[in-house]
Each structure stands twice: as structure tokens, then as C-alpha cells.
């Protein structure tokens, strides 16, 4: 006989389950008595149930495993939305438990009361209530397999009081087995001949299903056909961007050239991206629905195939099965494509030189400091604003996840994912990069960081301004500035009030001898990089956004 809440954490043990992140609440003490007989699964306590699920989302996206959390109804769920919407955008495996009001007072908005499968239904992959503990097993499994097949994707489980406090005889679910589709035969065979007789190519990587062995294929791949290759929006990490074959990111400021490239491409193979928003520019590189480009369309959901662009050749593979088939194929001789790649790096090597720009500090000379002194395996997170701009253009990403940053451009990210990152990993070296306004929404989970002793390195690009917005205010309304301008504390006392070292960054020389000696340091610092709101954008001054209308 077990009650409900160690039949649960019981199920999550065998799901292999390792962390767990959770702002605790009355509604699932069961729970929570569960992970205290726990060996297994350690308990990561939050400061606010926004980061909590950012943390779980960016656990999934780190480790390929669903990042498991825990919040209470009501206003811990609604907290918890921020996160399982990057999941749902990002497709990544996430499993979420809500606690609920005990099952004999539903349906009288009884405290805290939310329906969850009417709230949920619209950006979760499946919500549902456990009401009866005999079937937890059932539901977790469920739960698991869902989050982590076909397109990945966040899971929420509500869980009434009695369900988890009372106690039952139950048999534990076996481990969830996810299947996963490969290529056909003559799907490859069509996609050899595509690419054989194609003199404009370019591959584009991005989405679920990427691993280690993923970016080994690819660079292969690459160097065999000599085949120019992109990364989609915030999947720069796919791929060593050293490599000789990779061109850039399509992506929100992507270069002109690249740009082109996508729109004249005779054939465009786009593995894993669903081509949204931020890597079709606002929609603009591929028609709709049938692209001008021979477009081949790997994805792992046969649901994303043809729900925007019809392509000539889809294939369901998530992105190692897809590279695996790949090393199958063998290059042609002739690769007429050859000049137009070397031209495309040429291009990207060139975009790596900063621009000058206003102010003291110079940002983008800071990223990419950054992006020559941090190790090999060292991770990059970041949330979003204008200051992910610079990152995304002055950081050389090494390898697959070595970044984490949220496709949904959901500000408040970067501390959340960079604590996940460093519990999933403990000896890589984490980075946290993040603008004044995006910071203070998840700065609460600087006490996590103390917590836990994690020896994370943030840096806050501090500028005054919620930047975006007032670069798009300045661009539509010249001028006429409300709601964009912050008052900010002092970050570096403000991190030391958490036992975390700080340091004020006031001109760029004086970046690189702190940020090296934090980095040896293996300890929690935080740089505040006092920036020119002037310096607004990677290319444009704001005075030059202002005059432009």
C-alpha cells in the first residue's frame, strides 16, 4: 500500500526521472512527501512558478529527457504558463503537475479551482486530472510517451488532493518506449536525385530530435557534398559554427545574402524547423503555400508537414534518424554549388567583426570575448530583447547544446535555463546573457543559484530601456516615448545581497581580465555591463531608427 504521492514519484523514478523543480504548494504535500523518500529524484525548490517551468522546459531542451515540475492551482499555474509556452513553441519535452482542490468540492470554484483541460487544451500536446490513484502509472506513462514522440511537446497532469493523499495497492509502468520514424527508401532515393541535380542547395537545421550524433552527421555530410548549411532561428548550436559549411543563421536579423540565398535556392531542405515566423522573415522567404524552391521538409510530426507550406518531397524523421539516413547517400562528383557556399561563409566569417557603435562598453567586443574564452562545452543561455541580437550574431556556438535560448522569444529566460543547464551538467561552464528588463522577471532565482552553490556567470547587458519595444516604438512613433524607460537597481549590489559576486562593467577593456578570472574562479558571478541606449541595435543607432521613418 503506498498513498498517492509515492505512487507518483514512484513512477517518475521509473521514468528515470532525476530532478524535479517546483515552488511547493498545500495542494500536493503527498507529492512532496513522495520526493522526501526519494533517492532518486532531487527536489529543486523555486522562488516563482514562472521560473520553475522554465527551468523544467530547459531541462527537456538540454537533455532530450521531459523536464519534470511541480505548482500548485490557481495562481501557480497561471505563473507557470510562461514556461509551458516556450515548450509548446519549442517543442520540448515537458511534464507538468498541477496540484487540485480535493475531488468531492470541484465544479464550486473552490479555492484556487481552474479547469485544466479548458485552460490547456490550446498549447499543451495533452492535459488531463488523475482521479483515481489506481491509474497513476497509467497516466504518467502516458505522460512520458506523449511529451516525447513526434513533435515533443509540454504535458500537464492535474492532481486532486484525495487522488495523491490517499493509499492504494497499484503495479508500476515500465519505462516509457518512444518510436521514432526514419526515411524511406525512396524517399531517400528522391532526395539523392533532388540534390544531384540541383545547382543552388542549402540546408537548413533546426527543430526536435537533434543529438550529438546529429551535429557529427551533419558536419559530415556537409564536408562531403561540400553543402552550404544554415541554422534555423536559436538552433545556431547545431552545428560548429567554425565549420568550413556552415552560412549563418535565418533568423530575426538574418544577412541579406543568406536571405537570398533561401529565396533563390533551387533546392531548400529545412530538417526539424517549422519555418515559422523568425526564420521565414516574417514569412517572406518561401511562398505560401507552394514555395518557388524544390522544398524538401523533414519532420518528425506528419501534422507540421503541409500545415503552412506544401512540400514537394516530406519526409516524418526527427533530425538524427534523418542525418543518420543521410551518411547512406553518396556525393556526385561535381558540386556546382561549391563557389556560392564558399561565398555564403565569406559572408557569415564577415558579419563576426563588430560594428561600431556608441558607448563606453562596446557589447558586441564583449560577446565576443565571450565566445573565444569560454570552453569548448560551455553553454550559452540567454533570454530575450535586443541585446540577444549581439549574441546570436558575435557568438561562435560550439556544438549541440551548447545554447539555450527560447524560439518563443519569452523574456525572463536565460537565469531559469541557465540554472537547468548547470544542475543537468555540473562540471560545464554556464553563461547567462541577458538585457536589464528581461533579467528582472526571473531575477528572484538568483536565490536558487545561492541555494544550490551553482557557478553560473551572468551577465546583464544594462541599457535602461525595455530595448525591442522601444526600438520598434522609436521606428513607428519617432519620439514619442512612453513605457520603455526602467529604473534599475544596482545589479552588482544586488547579487551580492545573494552571496554572489558582483562587478559593474563601465568600459570594454576592463571585461576580459573580470570575465577571465570568473571563469577560473568556477564560483557565481554577475556582470552588470552598463550599456549607451544608443548602441539600441546591432546595426542602428536609436537616433538612426528615429530618423529613418
Keep these: ?13 521509473r521514468q528515470g526521472v532525476t530532478t524535479a523543480f517546483t515552488v511547493p504548494g498545500e495542494s500536493f504535500l503527498a507529492a512532496l512527501d513522495g520526493l522526501y523518500e526519494s533517492n532518486q529524484v532531487k527536489t529543486i525548490i523555486c522562488r516563482q512558478d514562472g521560473g520553475c517551468s522554465m527551468m523544467a522546459e530547459a531541462w527537456g ?18 505563473n507557470a504558463m510562461a514556461g509551458l509556452h516556450v515548450a509548446d513553441q519549442d517543442s520540448t519535452p515537458m511534464v507538468l503537475f498541477m496540484g487540485m482542490p480535493a475531488s468531492d468540492v470541484e465544479e464550486r470554484e473552490a479555492f484556487q479551482e481552474v479547469e485544466v483541460k479548458q485552460l490547456f487544451s490550446s498549447f499543451v500536446k495533452w492535459a488531463a486530472v488523475i482521479r483515481d490513484r489506481k491509474r497513476i502509472p497509467e497516466f504518467v506513462s502516458r505522460a512520458f510517451h506523449v511529451a516525447k514522440s513526434g513533435r515533443p511537446g509540454p504535458v500537464v497532469l492535474g492532481l486532486p488532493e ?21 526515411p524511406g527508401k525512396a524517399e531517400l532515393a528522391e532526395l539523392d536525385a533532388l540534390l544531384k541535380g540541383a545547382k543552388r542547395p542549402l540546408v537548413i537545421i533546426g527543430g526536435p530530435g537533434w543529438s550529438k550524433s546529429a551535429q557529427s552527421g551533419i558536419e559530415a555530410f556537409a564536408k562531403a557534398w561540400d553543402m552550404p548549411v544554415a541554422s534555423a532561428f536559436r538552433y545556431q548550436d547545431y552545428m560548429d559554427n567554425r565549420h568550413p559549411n556552415y552560412v549563418g543563421c535565418v533568423g530575426i536579423g538574418v544577412e541579406p545574402v543568406l536571405a537570398e540565398a533561401v529565396k533563390s535556392a533551387d ?26 524552391q524544390t522544398f524538401v521538409h523533414v519532420h518528425p510530426s506528419p501534422d507540421e508537414l503541409g500545415s503552412v507550406y506544401r512540400a514537394d518531397l516530406p ?14 547517400l553518396a556525393p556526385p562528383a561535381s558540386k556546382p554549388w561549391a563557389g556560392a557556399r564558399a561565398e555564403l561563409r565569406k559572408v557569415y566569417e564577415a558579419s563576426l567583426a563588430p560594428i561600431a557603435l556608441p558607448g563606453d562598453v562596446k557589447f558586441a567586443e564583449v560577446v ?17 530583447g535586443n541585446f540577444a541580437a549581439f549574441v546570436h550574431r558575435y557568438f561562435e556556438y560550439k556544438g549541440h547544446r551548447s545554447g539555450l535560448a527560447p524560439t518563443s522569444g519569452s523574456m525572463g529566460y536565460g537565469l531559469p535555463s541557465a540554472i537547468a543547464a548547470q544542475l543537468a551538467f555540473p562540471t560545464r561552464t554556464v553563461v547567462n546573457v541577458q538585457g536589464d528588463g528581461d533579467f528582472m522577471m526571473t531575477s528572484q532565482e538568483l536565490a536558487t543559484v545561492m541555494q544550490y552553490g551553482l557557478p553560473i556567470i551572468t551577465i546583464i547587458a544594462n541599457n535602461g530601456t525595455f530595448g525591442t519595444i522601444r526600438m520598434h516604438q522609436e521606428r513607428e512613433y519617432p519620439g514619442r516615448v512612453v513605457g520603455t524607460t526602467l529604473m534599475n537597481p544596482d545589479f552588482a549590489a544586488m547579487a551580492k545581497s545573494f552571496g554572489i559576486e558582483g562587478i559593474t562593467i563601465t568600459r570594454t577593456a576592463d571585461f576580459a ?21 544608443e548602441a539600441l541595435a546591432v546595426k542602428k543607432t536609436l537616433t538612426q531608427i528615429r530618423e529613418k521613418r
Excluded at 519526409?315 to 547512406?328: K, M, S
Design 61 to 78: 531542451k538540454a537533455t532530450g529527457e521531459p523536464g519534470v515540475c511541480f505548482v500548485t492551482r490557481g495562481p501557480g499555474v497561471a
Design 162 to 182: 484525495d487522488v495523491l493523499f490517499d493509499a492504494s495497492e497499484v503495479v508500476d509502468a515500465k519505462p516509457a518506449r518512444v518510436a521514432y520514424s526514419h
Design 368 to 384: 565576443r570575448t565571450i565566445s573565444k574564452m569560454l570552453p569548448e562545452d560551455g553553454i550559452m543561455a540567454n533570454g530575450a
Design 1 to 13: 500500500m503506498r498513498h498517492g504521492g509515492k505512487i507518483l514519484i514512484d513512477q517518475l523514478e
Design 267 to 292: 533546392v531548400l531542405v529545412v530538417v526539424g524547423a517549422r519555418m515559422g515566423e523568425a526564420t521565414s522573415s516574417n514569412y517572406t522567404l518561401l511562398d505560401i503555400p507552394n514555395p518557388k
Design 315 to 328: 519526409i516524418v524523421a526527427n533530425g538524427t534518424t534523418f542525418v543518420e539516413a543521410l551518411a547512406t
Design 513 to 533: 581580465p573580470a570575465f577571465e578570472k570568473a571563469l577560473a574562479a568556477r564560483k557565481a558571478v554577475l556582470f552588470d555591463v552598463k550599456l549607451d541606449p
